[in-house]
């Protein structure tokens, strides 16, 4: 029998994934480089493999497991994108600046904690809405 968890971890997974390349592109063209593969790859590379890592995290704790859209899942993933990330950055001599680290730590926790808290608050009104006190 399939568990019925996997496809919706995977969605959730997929929304991160989409993110930290948006994060990359961002990047990218705010410093006039190109969106190509071969440069896509080098910079969005070691924020993938962050990702990575943070999905097998996700998979390995229970308690993120049963909510791969919790805030909880989403703070490993963050964490995990940007310390593994940055690790590989200066593994492979690419910048680390204090200031690229802050905005890395700000941009991407927005992008995987604000996308969880505006889907949770949705949930939480579209709950409220078909109750039938609300209806009253």
Same mark, same amino acid.
């Given at each position: 029998?399939k568990?019925?968890?996997?496809?919706?971890a995977?969605? !959730?997974?997929?929304v991160?994934?989409?993110?930290?390349? %948006?994060?990359? *592109?961002?990047?990218r063209?705010s410093h006039?480089?190109d969106?190509?593969?071969?440069?896509?790859?080098r910079t969005?590379?070691?924020?993938?493999?962050?990702?990575?890592v943070?999905?097998?995290? !996700? /998979?390995?704790?229970?308690?993120?497991?049963?909510?791969?859209?919790?805030?909880?899942?989403?703070a490993?993933?963050? !964490?995990a994108?940007?310390a593994? *990330?940055?690790?590989?950055?200066? /593994?492979?001599?690419q *910048?680390?600046?204090?200031?690229?680290? %802050?905005?890395t %730590?700000?941009?991407?926790g927005v992008?995987?904690?604000g996308?969880?808290?505006?889907?949770?608050? %949705?949930?939480?009104?579209?709950g409220?809405?078909?109750s039938?006190?609300?209806?009253?």
């Amino acid at each position: 029998m399939k568990d019925s968890r996997v496809a919706p971890a995977a969605s !959730v997974a997929l929304v991160d994934l989409v993110l930290v390349l %948006v994060f990359a *592109g961002i990047g990218r063209v705010s410093h006039g480089e190109d969106l190509g593969l071969t440069g896509m790859a080098r910079t969005a590379g070691p924020f993938l493999a962050g990702w990575l890592v943070g999905w097998v995290l !996700v /998979a390995l704790v229970p308690a993120t497991r049963s909510r791969p859209r919790g805030l909880a899942a989403g703070a490993l993933v963050w !964490v995990a994108v940007v310390a593994i *990330g940055m690790l590989l950055r200066v /593994a492979t001599g690419q *910048g680390v600046e204090t200031s690229f680290v %802050v905005v890395t %730590v700000i941009v991407v926790g927005v992008f995987l904690l604000g996308w969880r808290g505006i889907a949770a608050l %949705v949930t939480r009104v579209r709950g409220r809405s078909a109750s039938p006190a609300a209806q009253v």
